[in-house]
């Protein structure tokens, strides 16, 4: 006869199975109270000829966590501030390598800490595989359209149409990337003079430049072979918007170099920029590295936030 601890571990099994099955089929859905909202109103321009189906999860080899695979019709999901609003808004580029999107650990969890301090977040779920620049057998493939640019360019236009009715400052709308959302992050920072689509609607007639950019331990940046050069895809030109960069000198993914290297470009067209480089860290540490020095950087933002206008410090 079999204990009630076994068949408690039984039924917690059976329950992980089952979550595990579903959430291999299913699409990413955002908490209950909060809705995705398509970014395009018909067809996705440069749409694959045969998308895969969206899932979440990651191959069966892997543990579950709730990532976005095979994404083909980009949503932004809107996270209200709470508390005072501050009138800021944020876009959220969650990272993957442009292969998935890790919508809780670089998403909904970065949500909630801005939320909590007043900002406005619209998390983008954008288009993924080979929406960007990928590594493959040490080797960068682009493809023919960065179709992940085209979501957040597109995004941002509908944030500051939308910034009346979600009480959103237009002129204060910045975007926060992880490792390849930092890429992202930093390509819609440095590709705003034109709409890399044919224009949509009234939201394409708006800016898509970031008010300011947050690029937290980013990848696709640098070039490797050099001493700290730039990849050829990201020209900073000197209006591009104040940004802030975090890496760890420990990171075996992505190298500290591909920071170093957009830092520099920052620098050299007179883009104000700030950095802060730690010698712990690794990668993908979200906001989950509280025992780390490099765990105290979201109050780094919320101090550089301050000093370029964005936010007001409290009294």
Not at 222 to 237: K, N, S
Not at 263 to 281: Q, T
Request: aromatic content about 8%.
């Amino acid at each position: 006869m079999r204990s009630a601890c076994q068949i408690f571990v039984t039924a917690l099994l059976l329950c992980q199975s089952s979550a595990w099955s579903q959430g291999r089929s299913a699409v990413w859905e955002p908490s209950p109270g909060h809705v995705q909202i398509p970014i395009w109103p018909g067809a996705v321009p440069d749409p694959l000829p045969d998308p895969k189906p969206e899932s979440v999860g990651p191959p069966p080899d892997r543990e579950w966590w709730p990532r976005a695979n095979n994404v083909s019709r980009p949503t932004m999901t809107m996270y209200a501030a709470q508390g005072r609003n501050t009138g800021v808004a944020m876009v959220v580029f969650p990272g993957g390598g442009y292969q998935f999107l890790a919508m809780d650990l670089e998403g909904t969890e970065i949500c909630d800490w801005l939320t909590s301090r007043g900002v406005t977040c619209v998390l983008l779920k954008y288009r993924v595989p080979d929406s960007g620049p990928t590594m493959k057998d040490g080797r960068t493939f682009y493809p023919e359209v960065q179709t992940a640019v085209q979501d957040a360019q597109r995004t941002l236009g509908l944030v500051r149409l939308r910034a009346a009715e979600w009480r959103v400052d237009p002129h204060k709308i910045g975007v926060i990337g992880f490792s390849a959302g930092g890429h992202l992050a930093a390509a819609v920072s440095t590709r705003f003079a034109q709409r890399t689509y044919a224009p949509v609607d009234t939201a394409d007639e708006l800016s898509c430049r970031p008010d300011f950019a947050i690029i937290i331990y980013p990848g696709h940046l640098w070039t490797p072979g050099t001493v700290v050069r730039l990849r050829h895809d990201i020209r900073v030109p000197a209006d591009a918007p104040p940004t802030f960069l975090l890496h760890a000198q420990d990171d075996p993914v992505d190298p500290v170099e591909h920071a170093l290297a957009y830092y520099i470009a920052l620098k050299n067209a007179g883009v104000p920029a700030e950095m802060h480089l730690y010698a712990e860290g690794g990668h993908a540490f979200g906001l989950r590295a509280s025992q780390r020095p490099i765990g105290r950087w979201p109050t780094l933002v919320e101090s550089w936030l301050e000093t370029i206008g964005m936010l007001k410090t409290a009294r």
